[in-house]
């Protein structure tokens, strides 16, 4: 069928006639349907069964363009099938933590997925002060699981470029180059930021050595394809329930750094733990919140480390280190050297990217709600000093950060004697 | 026409059929053929016309597979498209500097281009002990014409990627990865090296720093795609006359680290250099044409460095840093900073890449001719004990390196005193 956008009233015969629907739903005779998306760069249709109202699927399709600060960005529908792809991924490597995918039509742009009904963005979750105690298991093994079996450490050398060949996305990942590593440190119409803390952005926009940083982060970003990343996997990114986490939207994903998705959870848990300057006046409150937060990100980094470390010990099947490669006196200990230097590796880049996007916050095309939603500018600002201080920490010292206490330790250092 | 091998009977009737060879041949009446491949990887052929000899092509076509320790490794003919691609890339960015390429027929695997005819290997002039007063300028403009011009410093982000996703070239990357970086240093039945430096060879072998270090640079080859680089640069994929360079036999070019490329011409040298304790008997004719090397080293380096430099400053329209980025109170100094630290990456990626180039040539698959055609083991054993020692250094001390001199230096050091 050619490509034609879907509206509500053409989204339940469109429906009805897809093969696969027949086992989601037990009867096709009364669906209902509802747009939910904004309609900016997709859209975003909820299907469900009036008879058993339980059933009920998320219908997800790509529009060919994207308005993005007033300009048309030729986005190809392509986008879709690079969503569709990682999330059948992710489902295959981390089962249990991205949505079931039910139904893909290339010509239709178009996915058909599990609806969660009952999760809720992680980023709100937190700015209400939720905790997640599973969450750290889930998230470090959705980590390590898509980024280790993706990447040379389990792929032989043709199976892994054969997978990298089919996540191209260059206009998509040309969006992340400009809003997370470019434009929001030049001039750039879409940039905008908090008018209270004008002096610090124009400072790093005049920074040099920080300038030369982002550019060095950049240049990893861009050139290091070593695993399938999501590529924008912030809090937005990712729904809970009560037990559940699922890990969605991947549209971005490409073979890229590591240290990109890694950094980007953290970083992310990191501009909540700042938020509640602004969202929890009671200072008892928010300090066992932040308290809460610090030891999720050693927790996520610590676990990730090790479900690393272990998984790649017992699956060294992949093209970089044959098993043969350490069989020798001491082969054993060398190689858990190297993994343990790999690893190290990851966490100084994870400092550097994850440093870079807390700075793209503040001052490019897009906040995030955790900030936006603190109306009083002057709380706002308070959050977003200290944002820009820890990003650049972050970035500027990454080589020699050598454990994860060494983020947070920077975390608590900037915001020591915070009043507010 | 479906793909058939070609040989001395039907390459001519071919040829005539080709529409290209109307303007390479004054007249298509009376061609000669002669075969000059070895016949295991390619079929190559001389055509000529016998009414104006100096009228000749060289037609070269891809066998189905390649015969490598004894085993047939399944190579698609699709190398001939990786080499053509590269062929003309070459000659669009580096005019003069490769092959032309006349005709290229994708169904048969073959490629036809220009035939050399008063060209040499430059292996086999190094031996002879000839120089090349114009090498340095013309390789350093193509390595800088080839790398920066296919890498984000020049490309935007979509144009890398798009050229980047005509060359996954999986198979050819596996050998390379394979036979330069792992197997070398670890039991594999392709292995080959002198028993007179078996010692020396184990103990690389049972060295857990230098094997964490190798895998390092395997890492980094393997994911780190900067630019559209040949792969496979050593002095005998370089042909020479008296005043003109080309580099031939792109096949394995991909996009890779660009530090490969440059220290493979480097290390080649070098390598060089140390066979001539076994070729050279005359001391004082020996360590002039030693000096004579590590100038052009250096040169090459230097020549190398500036240029890149300047192409860059000159040339900033790729993805990596927009002009834009660097319009600050002393952006451009800080924008020189930049350039001029991501070169000195380079040459400690150079020492990284260059030096497992040197031990993979003393223990794997295939050694270099310079050092195979000194027939005395003894005076053999000299220079490739001298080839891993300054191997070794250049891997393990790379990320100190901080100028050509340290890597001519520690060549300098490792051959002091030797007497023979």
Redesign the interface.
């Known amino acids: 069928m050619a490509y034609r956008p879907l509206d509500e009233s053409t989204v339940v015969s469109y429906v009805k006639q897809r093969p696969p629907m027949a086992k989601v739903f037990s009867s096709l005779d009364r669906l209902s349907v509802s747009e939910v998306g904004d309609g900016n760069l997709n859209l975003v249709f909820i299907v469900q069964n009036e008879v058993n109202p339980a059933e009920s699927v998320i219908l997800k399709q790509a529009l060919p363009f994207l308005r993005v600060a007033g300009d048309s960005w030729p986005l190809t529908r392509e986008r879709m099938r690079y969503e569709t792809q990682a999330l059948l991924k992710h489902n295959e490597l981390a089962p249990g933590l991205a949505p079931t995918v039910y139904d893909f039509d290339q010509e239709m742009s178009l996915v058909i997925m599990e609806h969660l009904r009952t999760h809720e963005i992680m980023r709100k979750g937190l700015v209400a002060r939720k905790r997640y105690p599973f969450f750290a298991d889930h998230i470090s093994t959705f980590l390590v699981n898509v980024l280790f079996f993706t990447s ?1 450490l389990f792929l ?3 199976e ?3 997978l ?2 089919t996540f ?4 998509l ?2 969006l992340q ?1 400009d809003f997370v590593y ?1 434009n929001p ?4 119409e879409e940039n905008n930021w908090n008018p209270l803390i004008d002096e610090l952005v124009q400072a790093v ?2 920074d ?2 920080l ?2 940083a982002i ?2 982060m ?2 990893a970003y ?5 695993a399938l990343i999501h590529a924008d996997l912030h809090t937005g990114s990712i729904m809970l329930n009560g037990g559940d986490t699922r890990v969605i939207d991947p549209e971005f994903a490409f073979f890229g750094p590591m240290a990109y998705d890694i950094g980007a959870v953290l970083q992310n848990l990191i501009l909540n733990y700042l938020s509640h300057y602004g969202h929890t006046a009671d200072r008892a409150e928010r300090e066992a919140y932040q308290v809460y937060l610090l030891e999720l990100v050693r927790d996520i980094w610590n676990e990730f480390a090790r479900k690393f470390d272990e998984t790649w010990a017992n699956n060294n099947r992949g ?4 098993e ?8 054993q ?2 190689f858990a ?2 993994r343990r ?2 690893i190290h590796r990851l966490l100084q880049e994870t400092a550097g990217h994850g440093g870079v996007k807390f700075l793209r916050r503040m001052m490019g095309i897009v906040s995030v709600w955790d900030l936006s939603s603190i109306e009083d500018l002057e709380k706002r600002a308070v959050a977003e000093r200290l944002a820009i201080q820890i990003g650049k920490r972050w970035v500027l010292e990454r080589k020699s950060i050598s454990s994860i206490d060494d983020l947070t330790g920077i975390v608590l250092e900037e915001t020591k004697g915070v009043s507010i």
Chains 1, 2 share one sequence.
């Open positions: 040379d032989t050398g043709p892994k470029k054969q990298q060949a191209v996305n260059e206009h990942r040309k180059e470019s440190y030049m001039e750039s926009r005049a040099g050595a300038k030369i550019a060095e950049k240049e861009m050139t290091h394809g070593e093209e970089l280190v044959p043969k490669y350490w069989d020798f006196p001491g082969g200990e060398a050297e190297y230097s790999y």
